[in-house]
């Protein structure tokens, strides 16, 4: 008799503990899929720019942006930092604002310089002799694409050229897509425009 009693009590804690278990592991579940619901999906504008796809307003704004990246890889920049700029334009009637991109490169040299001409010149940008300036401080060129012009201003940073005694460049390029000026614009005086860039310093 004792015997049935102890068996049956045996089997009466095994089937609570199996309850209990079963129980536990059931609520444990429900607990960590609302913990992971909770957790909110990351969307693509969230994530930062220089980490995601870049959105463009259209494909010209596309080729000016890759354009300066490439040239941004040539210079060896280790952060390509891409910002809105616009510079006068100078035709032989007039002189227009050319909205667009820059970006600018620091303490470089005349090498870097002439690397970045020469992509131009190899990738269908041609010399244009009105934009082409040179002084004592620097020199400032102009470049004529098929729908997209550029301008590439070197300026010598003398300051830092006479402390380390090495030559020191620093490298302004401004790229905007040009359209023909109509009969109205071609009135506009070369002094009224200006060149501006944004969030750069040099």
Same mark, same amino acid.
């Given at each position: 008799?004792?015997?049935?009693? #102890?068996?049956?009590?045996? @089997?009466?804690?095994? %089937?609570?503990? /199996?309850?209990?278990?079963?129980?536990?592991?059931?609520?444990? =579940?429900?607990?960590? !899929?609302? #913990?992971?619901?909770?957790?909110?999906?990351?969307?693509?504008?969230?994530?930062?720019?220089?980490?995601?796809?870049?959105?463009?307003?259209?494909?010209?704004?596309?080729? $000016?942006?890759?354009?300066?990246? $490439?040239?941004?890889? %040539? @210079?060896?920049?280790?952060?390509?930092?891409?910002?809105?700029?616009?510079?006068?334009?100078?035709?032989?009637?007039?002189? #227009?604002?050319?909205?667009? !991109? /820059?970006?600018?490169?620091?303490?470089?040299?005349?090498?870097?310089?002439? @690397?970045?001409?020469?992509?131009?010149?190899?990738?269908?940008?041609?010399?244009? @002799?009105?934009?082409?300036? &040179?002084?004592?401080? /620097?020199?400032?060129?102009?470049?004529? /694409? =098929?729908?997209?012009?550029?301008?590439?201003?070197?300026?010598?940073?003398?300051?830092? &050229?006479?402390?380390?005694?090495?030559?020191?460049?620093?490298?302004?390029?401004?790229?905007?897509?040009?359209?023909?000026?109509?009969?109205?614009?071609?009135?506009?005086?070369?002094?009224?425009?200006?060149?501006?860039?944004?969030?750069?310093?040099?």
């Amino acid at each position: 008799m004792r015997t049935k009693i #102890t068996a049956l009590f045996t @089997a009466f804690i095994v %089937i609570l503990v /199996g309850f209990l278990g079963v129980n536990y592991i059931s609520n444990t =579940s429900r607990d960590t !899929k609302g #913990t992971q619901s909770e957790v909110p999906e990351t969307t693509s504008s969230e994530i930062p720019e220089n980490q995601s796809v870049r959105l463009f307003e259209n494909e010209i704004d596309y080729e $000016i942006d890759n354009l300066l990246r $490439i040239l941004g890889a %040539i @210079a060896e920049l280790q952060i390509i930092e891409i910002v809105d700029a616009s510079f006068a334009w100078n035709t032989p009637d007039s002189s #227009t604002e050319i909205v667009g !991109k /820059g970006l600018i490169i620091t303490n470089t040299s005349s090498k870097v310089e002439e @690397a970045l001409l020469v992509y131009l010149e190899e990738n269908g940008f041609e010399q244009d @002799a009105i934009n082409l300036e &040179a002084d004592t401080s /620097g020199r400032k060129y102009g470049y004529l /694409g =098929s729908h997209i012009v550029c301008i590439v201003r070197s300026l010598i940073d003398k300051e830092v &050229a006479e402390a380390t005694k090495t030559e020191a460049l620093n490298i302004e390029i401004r790229c905007g897509e040009f359209e023909e000026p109509s009969a109205e614009e071609n009135g506009l005086n070369q002094d009224e425009t200006t060149d501006t860039i944004t969030n750069l310093t040099p």
